[in-house]
């Protein structure tokens, strides 16, 4: 077990090393940060004084080692559109973002999965054949569109609901919440809708396709012959068996979520990372774009890593020992 | 005979299609004593799984019971509501499945199947079905019940596996045990001992068995009586040994016929000419007719009733003596 967290950490280290490189890329090859900074009347005198001072004069892999060092150490350089260090743009700006994407997920699942074991029992009902329509609703429309539309009915029309902002947030050390306030949660249910329709569409689908497969299954119809409460077939039996792949797809959507919730942040101008990146691609502001994709980054792979623990907590069959360490 | 522990009188099974109904079991009737052990033999499409889910309820949609009728211990099981049919589900009737490999659930230990079942049909604390679960472990020949129980399927044997589930089908001590061709998928000297172990479980709990197969072998072998279907109906059914020796029933001739003797080689194995015909082209009168070498034109438009022909029981107009 733990040489398997370990083995999988190991393989993680090449894929940062990757997106490091891209981000470092982008300091060096987008745009020209000195052109940015000097304006339009400078001398060479100047221009060479200034990429030294700031180590651009330097060869290359010196500059990437030193990249990397600073980002370890959670050093992502100053923001160049508004002068402060972007991990403290960051950590003002993660839990926002966080707190929205882990929101929206949970409310998908918490819909997404009672709704397909539904359909997939009973495909035929006239719910599920509406459930199935509606969520081809939520697959193909884009997700600014349905913001937008939910801004339009709930906030324009029937004024229930705020059309942007973050509410009253509560100050808990480093963290800041919205869960503790009304005004808080409030503003938490249209992005949260938003951002979590399409992942509940998805999960949805997939878990009434599974369904679907999994009770004409042989050891389905044998729980049914020894008398199994339709309860317990349905609940115990079949839908642990459709967890596998729907584990993965919630990991790698929640990766999405938090990775892409940049539309709905704009449109909603919620203060996550997603609209600080916005911002930033707008101003060149290269330093924060590069931290950004270094942070999806490590998303991703720890929801992975996750996501294959899960794996083997639901399936025995791939708890089996290595070659040589079997029975 | 006593009074039977499974009457089917007259069972009929459709399934509606686009191009009609389509009739896969027409007007089955048997019985099935206390203890006993019935073969039912037939190829494939015969309707002897069919007849085997329409008993315990659980036929396939849009497959339907349209006619005839199921008793147990003389009340009617058939068309009962869904809630009274799955208490007598594992309770009452049990079911062998013929893929071990398939039939139990992946993802528990066989410990929580056996007391799952056992806790469902009867009032037992959790250790009082772990114990009873490790017996029945025991008794289907797992070695070191106590500690296997705890085991995941895949950690068994193909044959190994068949006895957990014979386990599962019952450790709730069943009066009848469906078995749906229970050794078909295993290999061929596995399948004497689980056999064997069937038999012997039935005849010292007292346990009926309907035990389908298209392996007249393991039918000669096991069962009392066996019940021969063609086409979704039976043709001819009676004591094993009188069928086996004296069959009434030209199909069942041609299927003995078609078997092997161990005595001496054969140049060729006689075989029936043709094939059973599909479900939306049955011919009228003797569904056997066209590929019986004895049909005459009665056969044709007349269907023949199960009646006494010698020792058995056959639905062959000629058979009469």
């Not at chain 2, 009074?3 to 089917?8: F, I, R, S």
Request: glycine share 8%; charged share 15%; proline share 6%.
């Amino acid at each position: 077990m733990i040489v398997f967290i370990l083995a999988r950490l190991l393989q993680a280290i090449p894929v940062l090393i990757a997106v490091g490189v891209i981000a470092f890329a982008m300091f060096r090859y987008v745009g020209d940060p000195i052109g940015a900074m000097l304006g339009q009347d400078y001398s060479d005198a100047h221009r060479a004084e200034l990429m030294h001072k700031l180590g651009l004069d330097q060869p290359a892999y010196v500059q990437f080692f030193r990249f990397l060092w600073n980002a370890l150490h959670g050093n992502f350089g100053i923001s160049y559109r508004v002068g402060e260090p972007v991990a403290t743009l960051f950590a003002q700006r993660l839990p926002a973002t966080l707190e929205l994407a882990i929101t929206a997920t949970v409310l998908a699942v918490l819909v997404a999965i009672p709704a397909g074991v539904y359909a997939g029992i009973w495909p035929r009902s006239w719910v599920s054949r509406a459930l199935m329509v509606g969520s081809l609703l939520g697959v193909s429309l884009p997700t600014f569109l349905i913001g937008v539309l939910l801004i339009l009915a709930f906030s324009v029309q029937l004024g229930w609901l705020p059309s942007f902002g973050r509410g009253h947030v509560v100050h808990l050390g480093f963290w800041t919440t919205g869960f503790l306030t009304l005004s808080g949660l409030r503003a938490l249910v249209l992005p949260a809708i938003t951002l979590g329709m399409f992942e509940l569409t998805l999960i949805m689908r997939l878990v009434r396709a599974e369904m679907l497969e999994v009770l004409r299954s042989d050891y389905i119809k044998f729980a049914r012959a020894r008398g199994l409460r339709a309860r317990t077939i349905y609940f115990g039996h079949a839908l642990k068996n459709t967890l596998v792949p729907v584990i993965t797809i919630i990991g790698l959507q929640l990766g999405g979520v938090v990775a892409y919730s940049v539309v709905t942040e704009t449109v909603f101008q919620w203060p996550g990372v997603g609209l600080l990146f916005i911002q930033s691609v707008a101003a060149a502001d290269i330093p924060v774009m590069a931290a950004y994709l270094l942070l999806v980054g490590v998303v991703f792979v720890t929801i992975n890593l996750v996501v294959d623990l899960l794996y083997y907590a639901v399936d025995p069959r791939l708890r089996v020992e290595r070659p040589g360490h079997g029975r | 005979m006593s009074a039977p522990l499974l009457g089917v009188a007259d069972l009929t099974v459709e399934f509606p299609t686009r191009r009609g109904i389509l009739r896969a079991l027409d007007a089955v009737s048997f019985a099935i004593a206390p203890g006993e052990i019935l073969g039912m033999v037939g190829e494939s499409g015969a309707g002897k799984s069919l007849t085997g889910a329409a008993i315990i309820g659980l036929l396939a949609p849009p497959g339907r019971i349209a006619g005839g009728e199921v008793r147990l211990e003389g009340a009617r099981i058939d068309h009962l509501p869904a809630e009274a049919m799955r208490r007598i589900r594992g309770r009452r009737i049990g079911a062998i499945f013929q893929d071990p490999l398939t039939t139990l659930n992946p993802l528990y230990t066989i410990g929580r199947q056996l007391t799952e079942t056992i806790r469902t049909h009867l009032p037992m604390s959790a250790a009082e079905a772990r114990t009873r679960a490790i017996r029945w472990l025991d008794e289907v020949g797992i070695p070191a019940a106590a500690r296997r129980i705890d085991a995941y399927p895949h950690e068994f044997s193909g044959g190994q596996r068949q006895r957990v589930v014979i386990a599962l089908a019952l450790c709730a001590e069943p009066r009848l045990v469906i078995a749906d061709e229970p050794t078909t998928a295993l290999d061929v000297s596995i399948q004497a001992q689980i056999i064997a172990l069937l038999k012997r479980l039935a005849r010292e709990h007292g346990t009926a068995v309907l035990l389908i197969t298209h392996d007249m072998g393991v039918i000669a072998e096991t069962a009392d009586r066996v019940a021969v279907m063609y086409a979704g109906r039976i043709a001819e059914i009676g004591p094993v040994a009188e069928v086996i020796r004296a069959p009434a029933h030209p199909y069942t001739e041609g299927l003995m016929a078609s078997i092997p003797p161990l005595e001496h080689r054969l140049e060729r194995l006689a075989q029936i000419e043709g094939a059973m015909p599909r479900l939306n082209a049955i011919p009228d009168g003797c569904a056997f007719h066209p590929r019986c070498p004895r049909a005459i034109d009665r056969c044709r438009g007349e269907r023949p009733a199960l009646t006494p022909a010698g020792a058995t029981m056959a639905a062959c107009l000629l058979a009469h003596a």
